[in-house]
């Protein structure tokens, strides 16, 4: 039967990349999306200000909603300390099977825990499952109608600290208006918006920070 893209990825990133190299894995997937086929993967202009608000973070315990083949995933984890605690949650299990495959591709299997499930059930057993107390960084990229929901899961489950930072990507295209309006509203958040495009177009997309005050 047809391969998916997932896997016509995962072939790209083995024929182009160099094993145990990151930044080859990276331009290997974008090269793919630019010059092959269209994914969902964050991309280099929003991955570029990812680094940056990594690099700026330098957390110690990291959040990751949404892995899909685990573009950004290899993003932030080359960027990590060691001891770094960094968890990432795909719903979909083959695509959990193709981003394991690529994050081991960049050598960086022991930096990251992929786990499959969704938010909902898997953000209030974080603390039990990963002995987690706080997130110093979460990066939103799943579901846009769980990102408002989930946000205030992460407030209830008491997972934020003064200073956490969440930054979510698609907040235009395809957009999260309810979770911008709550976090740009809430006296509890600072935000600012990082205007940019949908990855690999020329569509109008951006990132919104939000640190968290309480
Ligand atoms: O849907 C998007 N990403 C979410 C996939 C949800 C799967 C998961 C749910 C879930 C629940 N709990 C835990 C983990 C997870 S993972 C997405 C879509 C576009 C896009 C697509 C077509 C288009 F024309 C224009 C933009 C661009 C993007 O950058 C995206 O991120
Ligand atoms: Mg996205």
Redo the contacts with the bound molecule.
């Keep these: 039967t047809r391969s998916t893209r997932p896997q016509r990825m995962l072939k790209a990133v083995q024929k182009k990349a160099t094993k145990g190299d990151p930044e080859s894995v990276i331009s290997a997937i974008d090269y793919f999306c630019k010059h092959s086929e269209w994914a969902?993967?964050?991309?280099d202009e929003?991955g570029s200000i990812l680094d940056s608000v990594v690099t700026e973070v330098n957390p110690s315990t990291v959040l990751e909603?949404?892995?899909?083949c685990g573009y950004s995933t290899v993003r932030i984890a080359r960027l990590l300390s060691p001891g770094t605690k960094f968890i990432t949650?795909?719903?979909?299990p083959a695509?959990v099977t193709i981003a394991r495959q690529i994050i081991a591709y960049a050598g960086l299997q022991d930096k990251v825990t992929v786990v499959e499930?969704?938010?909902?059930?898997?953000i209030p057993q974080m603390k039990e499952r990963f002995g987690i107390t706080t997130f110093d960084f979460i990066f939103l990229?799943?579901?846009?109608d769980?990102y408002l929901p989930?946000i205030k899961l992460f407030e209830e489950c008491g997972l934020l600290r003064k200073g956490s930072v969440l930054l979510a990507?698609?907040v235009i295209?395809?957009g999260a208006p309810e979770y911008l309006e709550y976090v740009r509203n809430s006296p509890r958040y600072e935000s600012r918006y990082y205007p940019a495009h949908?990855?690999y177009?020329k569509?109008e997309?951006g990132l919104e920070k939000s640190v968290f005050l309480e």
Aim: net charge negative; charged share 30%; with cysteine.
């Design positions: 969902m993967n964050v991309g929003k909603l949404g892995t899909y949650l795909e719903f979909n695509n499930g969704s938010s909902g059930d898997l990229d799943h579901w846009k769980r989930d990507d698609n295209c395809p949908l990855e177009t569509v997309d």
